[in-house]
T-cell receptor, first 113, second 116 residues
Framework: GQQVMQIPQYQHVQEGEDFTTYCNSSTTLSNIQWYKQRPGGHPVFLIQLVKSGEVKKQKRLTFQFGEAKKNSSLHITATQTTDVGTYFCAGVQNAGNNRKLIWGLGTSLAVNP | NAGVTQTPKFQVLKTGQSMTLQCAQDMNHNSMYWYRQDPGMGLRLIYYSASEGTTDKGEVPNGYNVSRLNKREFSLRLESAAPSQTSVYFC???????????????FGQGTRLTVV
């Protein structure tokens, strides 16, 4: 079936280091969404990418959508302790009159102060 | 706006007991979802409802039933709880079947369920 693979599963960094998580889909996606889940919390929407090759920035976070619309990445520059959490990508797949979200397994980020 | 409200937040059940998790959204969304989250397994879709009056199975529907009571409410029922159903359950809603360009999912706070 349709899958979105996300790597790495875990990442441990020193505060100030950069961090990147990658998502790869087995099929072409309509668009891709990114969510952040703080420890003990619920997933919260960060951004949606729609266009092939799209790059969007939110302060220290940079999101990219691949040219073939099958892969995406989230890069955090100079991590802070507030970045701790699990980052999920979710591919949006058009399915008839409905749309489906296909979730990656997430990347858990730990930041040492 | 309250967004997505999910109850209860915590629950302990004995094996074989039944319970219903309640979810309500006030954003007039068509689509609603129930997920379970286990360590290392990400979010797994149990059931979803694309619109009022319809429900469909997700990846892991066994042992669960759902009811889309109206556009606002989507409940998840465990008829006979098993230890394997110990998990964190999230309800979510989105405007997926609408015409909005950005169709993010909004999540409830989660229900931490332990079956002993």
């Amino acid at each position: 079936g349709q899958q979105v693979m996300q790597i790495p599963q875990y990442q441990h960094v020193q505060e100030g280091e950069d961090f990147t998580t990658y998502c790869n889909s087995s099929t072409t996606l309509s668009n891709i969404q990114w969510y952040k889940q703080r420890p003990g919390g619920h997933p919260v929407f960060l951004i949606q990418l729609v266009k092939s090759g799209e790059v969007k920035k939110q302060k220290r976070l940079t999101f990219q959508f691949g040219e073939a619309k099958k892969n995406s990445s989230l890069h955090i520059t100079a991590t802070q302790t507030t970045d701790v959490g699990t980052y999920f990508c979710a591919g949006v797949q058009n399915a008839g009159n409905n749309r489906k979200l296909i979730w990656g397994l997430g990347t858990s980020l730990a930041v040492n102060p | 706006n309250a967004g997505v409200t999910q109850t209860p937040k915590f629950q302990v059940l004995k094996t074989g007991q039944s319970m219903t998790l309640q979810c309500a959204q006030d954003m007039n969304h068509n689509s609603m979802y129930w997920y379970r989250q286990d360590p290392g397994m990400g979010l797994r879709l149990i059931y979803y409802s694309a619109s009022e009056g319809t429900t469909d199975k997700g990846e892991v529907p066994n042992g669960y039933n759902v009811s889309r009571l109206n556009k606002r409410e989507f409940s998840l029922r465990l008829e006979s709880a098993a230890p394997s159903q110990t998990s964190v359950y999230f309800c979510a809603s989105s405007d997926f079947s609408g015409r909005r360009r950005i169709t993010e999912a909004f999540f409830g706070q989660g229900t931490r369920l332990t079956v002993v």
